[in-house]
């Protein structure tokens, strides 16, 4: 009797129920179970199978765990094979997600019904591989090849009611799933419904696969596994039979499993799952959260107190002037509107946030009574701490007090109140009601559970949130520092922005640095510079003005239409500005630079090293905990091609040694700049990877 497939029979209807929480992962033991019940079926005079799943979901998928191991009998594809051979009827009842190798266990049945909330979905994609036990070949041949290929390319979730106008399930029906898919059993065999393999069914048209491979490999910005399920996907029409389409699927499911990018993703997957789970914060009690206050409406206030709007949250915005307040109210309302266009958010609901739940506020005395306030006024000091007073002065005992600031000195903030163990750093991203990552910035007297208050708001919001400390710049922006001065040195010695936009598009970043200068505002980076070169640069440390020169001329990027690049309304994207190359080369002149050749390859292999060197010294400080931390930072705030898993992933993957071998021979030309961060020779010296430091926890 498996432990985890319940085996009962109900009139003539073997009914097999999985328990293998929390997702009923398909592991082993399940495949195992799930074998066994259906021979143990065909043996007791059953004449149907109804499969189903007890908890919170139908299977989510092959166990992911077992990715990499040595494989173990019975595989999936043969599983689904046997179940679909069997010549009872077999019928699963989904709810949940029936996901991946669920959703293929699922196919391989005769009959699919699910309740209305169930989602189903092939997401193997975006874990760098394909569905490897038959849904490539059978999806096609009961949807279409276009309705399985945006499935199956994209990965994405699609609800019931979908999913049975597409033909992926039989019929919808309203209940616990075991009663639904009993009463579906009982009436299918009632009327005598015949047994109904996928796999008997004939092949799907072809389309043009060469030309949707190159379109899914272009939109993928280099991630393999997509384009190759395109191919898997041509199997199922051009394989001689549907056995030789599952060998075809099979290798390259393979294939891709012994993938870089298939470690990368799946790393990425359980990292930002771990990047929460934080030991200090077991058993600490988050606050409450009824109401939040949000301090300044400009680009970030507005984008934070949208997103807490759409997640049901009352906002309190507290602005200087009415004119200012109103400009607020515009921001915000312009936001909901998009999450109206988008289907995110219904009309009524729009208007009941913008009429009851949106406060606007001149006066601090507003906020006596939220539980949590975020200040996101101008990034400067003595801004903050005035605001801070007044927060100390008239918030309610127990409200949490947190800053947005991109860089200041959060103790110092906090170090102003009575209260700094309530005071705590929620470092958005812009813009805020969007992007995903969030930076818990704990400070030195920030008491756990306002930590663990910031996880939660972090989790209703929809964001993924990463403990960091104090310094300048968090954890993303501090590395961000590093690396994006190596590409102002690289620009120095004879590379142009332009080719390392390109190069660094082509290793799979969203954008390139100075493409995304000009998306942030170039007048952000000179403000930094001025700021640096104020509290007195480094003498070994490189500096350079043509930058400076750009902003002088007024050019702040996209805002102004110019920067790195020149933009024109109606177009994607900019060309570049045929001023920017003048002034760097007259930047060189000037410091006697006689520019040389880069290769794509140096360009990334120098940002890249310069990116996980600071990074260690990051983690080394204990700025960061754990390098999954960072890793997941730079992937939902940096546009951090998931597929390489994040940077100390990616480093793992080059090898330690390596990457400190070209720090030490980069710095006989710039000794200030590579110097090697102590963690990263102490894991070269013991011969451990990052991989390893998550482990330890
Ligand atoms: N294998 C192993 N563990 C899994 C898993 C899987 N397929 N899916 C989820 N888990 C684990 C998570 O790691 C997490 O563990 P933890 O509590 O120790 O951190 C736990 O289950 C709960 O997961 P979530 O926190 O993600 O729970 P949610 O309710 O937020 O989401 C979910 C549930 C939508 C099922 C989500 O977990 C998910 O998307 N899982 C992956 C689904 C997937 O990709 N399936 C395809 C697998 S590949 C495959 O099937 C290959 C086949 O074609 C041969
Ligand atoms: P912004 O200039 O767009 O908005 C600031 C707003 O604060 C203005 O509307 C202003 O009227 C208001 N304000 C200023 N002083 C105030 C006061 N005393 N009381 C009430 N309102 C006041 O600035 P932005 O870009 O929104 O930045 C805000 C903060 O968020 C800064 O600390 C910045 O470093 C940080 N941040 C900015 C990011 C970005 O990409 N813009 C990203 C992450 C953080």
Redesign the pocket.
Known sequence: MSQVIGYEKVDDIAVLSARNPPVNALGVDVRRGLLSGIERAEADGARAVLIYGEGRTYFAGADIREFGKPPQEPGLPALCNRIEASPLLVVSALHGTALGGGLEVALSCHYRIAVPSAKVGLPEVNLGIIPGAGGTQRLPRIIGVEAALDMITTGRHVRAAEALEMGVLDKIGEGDPREVGLAYTRALLAANTPRRPICEMPTPEPIDFDARYEAVLKKGRGQLSPAVAVRAVQAACEADDFASGLVRERELFTELMASDQRKGLIHAFFAERAVSKLPELQGVVPRDLHQIGV???????AGIATSALLAGLPVVL???TPE?AKA?QARIASNLAGAVKRGKLSQSDHDDILQNRLELALDYDALQNVDLVIE????DME?KK??FAQLDAVCKGGAVLAT???YLDINEIAALTRRPDDVIGL????PAHVMKLLEVVVADRTAPEVVATGFALGKRLGKTAVRAGVCDGFIGNRILSAYRTCADHMVLDGASPYQIDAALTAFGFAMGPFAVSDL?GLDIGWAARKRKRAAGLDPRARDSFYADKLCEGGYFGQKTGKGYYVYETGRRGGVPNPEVMPLIEAERAAQGISARGFTDDEIVRRYMVAMVNEAARVIGEGIARRPLDVDVTLIYGYGFPRYWGGPLKWADLQGLPNLLDDIRRWSEEDPYFWQPAPLLEQLVAEGRSFDDLNKDG
Not at 295 to 301: F, L, P
Not at 376 to 379: D, I, L, M, R, T
Not at 427 to 430: G, P, T
């Open positions: 301090i300044g409406g400009g680009t970030m206030g507290l602005e200087m200012a607020a996101a006024v101008f990034e801004v005035q605001v947005n600031t991109s470092h958005f991203f812009s942030a």
